[in-house]
């Protein structure tokens, strides 16, 4: 007998909505019938016609745990998460410290498993500090990539980006010589910090302290400089690479040529790149603070045009959680203020609603955000699709339906500051989040008893 019985919706399969019935049975799809035919079931879940998707996978979360909890851990996030359709989460390391040994890794993995609400992976460090630790690393079997800044780290932050940074080129060689030895890649952060720093001190002597400068003092060149030099890199070096978050359509070209000549590389960028602009950071300041920058409406409509084509492999939150005192110390002063805001909880919702309103197809919003990152982070087919034996990782939503931001429900610690989403109607309603077989999230209301739920995800050999 099924544990459930999910029928009378339309299910994506293969790229299609399908009117079948979907059966689970310890916390596995373990079958797809014909809607016709119903499979006895403890339980009978009728979707009224709405739609069934694989839950979302998001490949770019920030949780500062340990470190500075105080911004919010591994369960506020994560209910967060599941608040948005994502079942799995894969964080990137900006902990104290970062997990660039095992050692450090078995330590976060013990704090995730006795909080997280949904099921996680974790990024690796990569620094030029330690680069006997990559190859050990990879082959502990534990992370499904690495994670690097191209800068020394942050004045009075070395505890958070310890093992976390490559300072120079020697350095990036080093790293990336050694990250070719193993099976997976890197994420970087890519802008060039030198130039960002020499036009942030324009900036600040020049008395240009609002909003916009935020963007100018990280201009299109400090993107594209430092995503030339990491394509250069790992074409000398045959190492994989992602360049994260990317936030220009130049940037997205460049990516696009290397791929035609073969460099192994992937691109992800992040909602705020395709639904947020210059004018809001100048609008919210410090709310809308983050790095890269937000861009010119103009840049962001081309921008769709590489998720549409395939250059964008996959679409990540950046979720950056902080308080609200270390945003609002920049209402007077934007380089005053952290860079980074939340938004796991959004990232489904928005692409989905870009679907209704004709920006992609929902085939492709599926690739990018359930599909892809399965497979390019090696954890497809346990998750990201609706087949049989897979985890029964799904999303109910309503095309039809509607919902209106209010950061006052956000489960994230960083409520706060999730200020530029704010009050937004999105054309698409999240019903029901399903992980592993268990309702976490029903009409907007998160099981706050699924503490510890979650489970570490490696990547399959």
Same mark, same amino acid.
């Given at each position: 007998m099924l544990d459930l019985l999910i029928t009378?919706?339309?299910? =994506?399969?293969?790229?299609? !909505?399908?009117?079948?019935?979907? /059966?689970?049975?310890?916390?596995?799809?373990?079958?797809?019938?014909?809607?016709?035919? #119903?499979?006895?079931?403890?339980?009978?879940?009728?979707?009224?016609?709405?739609? %069934?998707?694989?839950?979302?996978?998001?490949?770019?979360?920030?949780?500062?745990?340990?470190?500075h909890v105080e911004r919010g851990n591994f369960y506020t996030e994560t209910l967060a998460a599941a608040a948005g359709g994502v079942t799995t989460i894969m964080e990137h390391p900006i902990s104290v410290p970062p997990q660039y040994n095992a050692e450090i890794l078995d330590n976060r993995i013990r704090r995730a498993e006795e909080q997280c609400?949904?099921?996680?992976? $974790? =990024?690796?460090?990569?620094?030029?500090? $330690?680069?006997?630790?990559?190859?050990? %690393?990879?082959?502990?079997?534990?992370?499904?990539?690495?994670?690097? $800044? !191209?800068?020394?780290?942050?004045?009075?932050? =070395?505890?958070?980006?310890?093992? %976390?940074?490559?300072?120079?080129?020697? #350095? %990036?060689?080093?790293?990336m010589t050694e990250l070719a030895k193993t099976d997976l890649f890197c994420a970087f952060h890519a802008e060039d910090n030198d130039l960002c720093n020499f036009l942030t001190k324009k900036c600040k002597e020049e008395?240009?302290?609002? /909003?916009?400068?935020?963007?100018?003092?990280?201009?299109?060149?400090?993107?594209? #400089?430092?995503i030339e030099r990491v394509l250069r890199f790992a074409k000398e070096t045959g190492a994989k690479v992602e360049i994260a978050h990317v936030s220009t359509p130049q940037g997205m070209e460049l990516i696009k040529e290397a791929k035609r000549n073969g460099v192994k590389v992937y691109a992800e960028t992040c909602p705020h790149y395709l639904f947020l602009n210059e004018d809001d950071l100048e609008k919210y300041g410090p709310f809308a603070k983050c790095n890269p920058p937000l861009r010119p409406q103009e840049l962001v409509d081309r921008l769709w045009d590489y998720v549409n084509d395939g250059t964008v492999d996959y679409i990540g939150s950046d979720h950056s959680p902080f308080l609200l005192e270390e945003k609002t110390r920049g209402l007077?002063?934007?380089?005053?203020?952290?860079?980074?805001?939340?938004?796991?909880? !959004?990232? !489904?919702?928005?692409?989905?609603?870009?679907?209704?309103?004709g920006k992609l197809t929902l085939q492709k919003a599926i690739e990018l955000v359930c599909e892809n990152p399965a497979k390019k982070f090696r954890i497809f087919p346990q998750k990201g699709t609706i087949r049989v034996g897979a985890d029964a990782d799904l999303v109910v939503f309503d095309p039809e339906g509607t919902m209106v931001v209010d950061k006052a429900k956000n489960y994230s610690h960083a409520r706060d500051i999730a200020v530029p989403y704010d009050g937004r109607e999105i054309s698409c309603r999240l019903d029901l989040v399903i992980l592993r077989g268990r309702i976490l999230m029903e009409n907007g209301v998160v099981d706050e008893n699924a503490r510890a739920y979650g489970k570490l995800v490696c990547p399959v050999k």
């Open positions: 009378n919706g339309k299910v =994506y399969l293969d790229g299609v !909505l399908s009117e079948v019935s979907v /059966g689970i049975k310890d916390g596995k799809i373990a079958v797809i019938a014909d809607r016709d035919v #119903q499979p006895e079931a403890e339980k009978m879940l009728d979707l009224g016609g709405k739609c %069934l998707i694989p839950g979302a996978i998001d490949t770019h979360m920030h949780v500062r745990d340990p470190g609400v949904v099921d996680f992976c $974790f =990024y690796g460090a990569m620094g030029g500090e $330690f680069p006997e630790e990559i190859v050990k %690393l990879a082959e502990d079997g534990r992370i499904v990539a690495f994670k690097t $800044f !191209l800068h020394a780290a942050p004045n009075g932050r =070395y505890d958070e980006f310890k093992g %976390l940074t490559t300072a120079d080129d020697g #350095q %990036l060689f080093t790293v008395d240009r302290v609002t /909003g916009r400068a935020h963007a100018e003092s990280r201009p299109v060149i400090t993107e594209v #400089q430092s007077s002063d934007i380089f005053a203020a952290v860079s980074g805001f939340p938004g796991v909880d !959004l990232r !489904l919702p928005l692409m989905l609603g870009a679907v209704k309103a």
